[in-house]
């Protein structure tokens, strides 16, 4: 009956911060125990504390670096699982372990605090017109992003590895019904999660196999991602509970920095709680080519600074805030080059008051893209000096 009683250091529960403790009175109402509590919860409700009405140039201040919980939740194999006998099959299915929260204890006590958690909806969710996401898969993810909440940091949810919003005008129909009834269920999910939860409406939105693919987009494309950003802006704010003042990353075409996707990005104005969304991997033949242009010493930083300078000048001048939602450099035996490579980009993206989101796939061989940092079954960071890299960049 007393919450007192039930959650104190003197039983010998731990302390948890960001945390929320639901708990039945005898007369059957219920209570809630907020701020910092101490015990372990059947089940936890993080960040459902009062939000706070900042605007995201503030609310990115308090973001030091972040991690992305790659090729998990965004891992789809619908040609080798039937999700309908395991819904949270898909999450190890292209080689990672189960998340568990432990693994964001030991990054946050690193020094990460933002965890980006991409999510693949296709397979979990149903016919149209309703579009509803399966219960089972709907619960697991919400419990991982407690887990990165429960840590006390930032967590970004979005939509990710979709193949029905290909950027072509002939899906954009099609696009628009399933993405708002996909949002207006997350957005649901977790109304009353304070601000450390933002949402992402999309990932890398473009016309996958066309030939602007990956050069900044054209006018179809640009204006398909518009309308779409537009749409997932204004079913999130009409959603209910925080979502009205829920800070929101929208990404760019490609979630470019060049070819015209900025220039032509259209983002409400009226609105101080938007973040726009950027993916850099750059230098890119040190980063991520991996043909013959690749190379393995970092000597060049001039593509990281002509970067930050058009998203000074694009975004930040104009008291937008940005945060690096990716970028990375592959493993190519090369930890102390990757350091200085970090350090680097890590100064040159917070001199202009933009956050970085290291991406992390979980691949540590192979001829692909070999990402990872850290061993998720044996919670090890195989790149010390790497991750050092990073927090020096910090200053």
């Known amino acids: 009956n007393k919450k007192e009683e039930c959650w104190s250091e003197e039983h010998g529960y731990p302390c948890c911060n960001h945390c929320n403790v639901y708990y039945t009175n005898k007369d059957g109402s219920w209570g809630v125990m907020n701020n910092n509590w101490c015990g372990i919860p059947s089940t936890s409700f993080a960040s459902t504390n009062a939000m706070r009405n900042i605007p995201s140039k503030e609310l990115v201040k308090e973001i030091k670096i972040g991690w992305n919980l ?65 219960d089972v898969w709907m619960k697991r993810v919400h419990e991982v992003v407690d887990y990165a909440l429960n840590t006390g940091s930032f967590a970004i949810l979005n939509i990710h590895h979709e193949n029905w919003n290909y950027t072509f005008s002939e899906n954009l129909e099609s696009a628009k019904e399933i993405l708002e009834a996909l949002w207006k269920q997350i957005a649901a999910e977790f109304a009353d999660y304070d601000e450390h939860l933002i949402f992402e409406g999309l990932n890398e939105p473009r016309k996958v196999g066309d030939a602007v693919e990956w050069t900044g987009g054209d006018q179809e494309g640009w204006d398909f991602v518009n309308e779409l950003e537009d749409l997932f ?27 015209g996707a900025p220039e032509h990005f259209i983002y409400p104005e009226n609105d101080d709680k938007i973040i726009v969304s950027i993916h850099a991997y750059s230098p890119y033949s040190f980063c991520l080519e991996n043909g013959e242009g690749a190379v393995t010493k970092f000597e060049d930083a001039s593509e990281i600074d002509g970067t930050m300078s058009a998203l000074s000048q694009l975004f930040i001048s104009k008291d937008v805030p940005v945060i690096m939602g990716e970028f990375g450099a592959v493993n ?20 202009i008051g933009v956050p970085c989101i290291l991406w992390d796939n979980g691949v540590f061989e192979g001829e692909g893209e070999r990402f990872a940092i850290i061993d998720r079954a044996q919670l090890k960071i195989a790149y010390p000096k790497l991750v050092t890299g990073l927090m020096n960049g910090l200053g």
């Not at 200085?340 to 917070?350: H, L």
């Open 70 to 134: 790659g090729n998990t939740l965004d891992a789809h194999c619908l040609d080798s699982l039937d999700y309908s006998k395991d819904q949270t099959a898909s999450e190890t299915c292209w080689g990672n372990v189960k998340t568990t929260p432990e693994l964001f204890q030991k990054l946050h006590s690193l020094g990460f605090n933002i965890f980006r958690i991409p999510t693949t909806w296709t397979g979990h969710f149903g016919e149209g017109p309703e579009y509803k996401i399966d």
């Open 233 to 259: 802006y204004k079913t999130v704010r009409s959603s209910g509970g925080n979502n009205s003042i829920r800070h929101l990353m929208l990404p760019t075409y490609c979630a470019a920095a060049y070819g």
């Open 332 to 351: 190519r035996h090369n930890e102390d080059e990757r350091a200085k490579w970090a350090e680097t980009y890590v100064k040159s993206a917070k001199a």
